[in-house]
């Protein structure tokens, strides 16, 4: 019995996706197990869905081509989702956003990273954190009309999958996809810059590359991919079409890719500083009462997968702050705040940086 190439690679994608799924599925259980620190592991384990959503998503595609494109389209949603969980993470490690503000006040003036650095400096306050805010949020709404743009475009017969003809609506799609993606990533490193002396307890760094890594593999490699197999540099066997050869090599790089990255995960999003130190080891717990273990679990992975905080946030942003224009800016400080503390897991505010010295970050291993 002769394999084709393709059952080979499909073969070695399917291990890859069950490593990559037992890993992740293995730290999103711990952190739901461990739920001590909801503010934080709430938007973590979404952060940490990514794993498992794009490489089954993507072994989905490779197992029904006909239906990759559907596949593709919702596996590339979740990518605005998860820069946005960064960003509300990065917002709970100062303490929300009423704290993260006390901060702000007290910061300089900003100046543009390299290469936009010649534009004038970013005022600290408020409204730059609004700003921010609403820059990330956009590509939350502009991915999923895209998305249900691209459907219908398809749907025309004019989408044209990889193809960066005049004619093609993928081409149209792509630029304007990426200028919002960069928007989102641009913002989201300007928020960090000013608060980053804050936030080095929390380990971002890692965190950071963990997410841009995943765009990258997301869509920039699939524009990359897409290109070079339109201009025939990587030419497609007689029984595929462009669309089809481009969305294949696609999906099998991000199988074997998350693989990688449910290691990056493991230690930048890892689960020990948030133990619960009256839940029993999971072997112990499975013997004694194996359905008991589950109800906690279960009830705090439905309230991660809740998006009301999603859609709150999004007509706050673009709803009430705009009505609200200024009016907030000069508002007093908050008595009994002090935004010179970060809280850690399992603290408080008024611990402050007591969490620096425990062991040595959040996100350390």
Excluded at 337 to 362: C, D, L, M
Aim: proline residues 7%; glycine residues 6%.
């Amino acid at each position: 019995m002769v394999f084709q190439p393709h059952q080979v690679v499909f073969t070695f994608c399917v291990v890859f996706v069950v490593l990559s799924l037992a890993m992740a599925i293995y730290l999103i259980y711990n952190h739901l197990r461990h739920f001590t620190e909801p503010r934080f592991q709430k938007p973590i384990v979404r952060i940490l869905l990514m794993v498992p959503i794009y490489s089954v998503d993507s072994l989905m595609s490779l197992a029904f081509p006909d239906w990759a494109f559907v596949f593709d389209v919702f596996r590339d949603c979740y990518e605005s989702y998860v820069i946005y969980e960064f960003f509300v993470l990065l917002t709970q490690f100062c303490d929300g956003e009423d704290n993260l503000i006390e901060i702000l006040n007290d910061k300089p003036p900003q100046p543009h990273p390299w290469p936009m650095c010649f534009l004038p400096p970013f005022t600290m306050g408020r409204r730059f954190y609004i700003l921010c805010k609403r820059c990330v949020l956009q590509f939350v709404i502009v991915k999923p009309l895209l998305a249900f743009t691209e459907v219908i475009l398809e749907l025309c017969g004019v989408y044209n999958d990889g193809s960066f003809g005049f004619s093609s609506g993928y081409l149209y799609v792509t630029i304007i996809d990426n200028i919002s993606i960069t928007i989102a990533v641009y913002f989201l490193v300007v928020f960090y810059m000013p608060i980053a002396e804050e936030l080095k307890p929390f380990r971002v760094i890692p965190k950071f590359l963990c997410i841009k890594t995943v765009i990258f593999f997301a869509f920039w490699q699939g524009v990359l991919v897409a290109f070079l197999v339109w201009v025939g540099a990587i030419k497609p066997d007689e029984d595929w079409t462009v669309q089809n050869f481009s969305a294949y090599i696609q999906d099998s790089l991000i199988c074997v890719e998350m693989f990688i990255i449910s290691f990056g995960h493991a230690y930048a999003f890892g689960y020990s500083q948030f133990k619960d130190t009256e839940v029993e080891p999971l072997l112990t717990e499975i013997s004694r009462d194996p359905v008991g273990i589950i109800r906690p679990v279960l009830k705090n992975l439905g309230d991660t997968l809740s998006v009301k905080d999603v859609v709150n946030d999004t007509v706050d942003v673009f709803g009430r702050e705009l009505v609200r224009g200024e009016e907030a800016e000069g508002a007093p400080r908050r008595e009994g705040v002090n935004p010179h503390k970060i809280p850690k897991p399992g603290g408080s505010r008024e611990e402050g940086y007591a969490f620096t010295n425990a062991q040595g970050g959040y996100g350390a291993t």
